[in-house]
């Protein structure tokens, strides 16, 4: 399984330009996500595929 919650921070802190969750990933995924208090600063983008990218562009 994978460590999203790592893997969010690696996209926080810039060491990771994007993120992808495939959608029989996404609800695991989700439940990292809610729990953080920057989860609005982190921008998905849906693709037909049910995947997401995440990019992150924190909040000014």
Request: charged share 30%.
């Amino acid at each position: 399984m994978r460590d999203f919650q790592q893997e969010l921070n690696d996209l926080a802190s810039g060491n990771k330009p994007t993120l992808e969750v495939t959608r029989e990933e996404f609800l695991v995924f989700r439940e990292i996500w809610a729990t953080r208090k920057d989860r609005e600063s982190f921008v998905g983008e849906a693709h037909q595929n049910g995947s997401v990218t995440y990019r992150y562009l924190p909040k000014v």
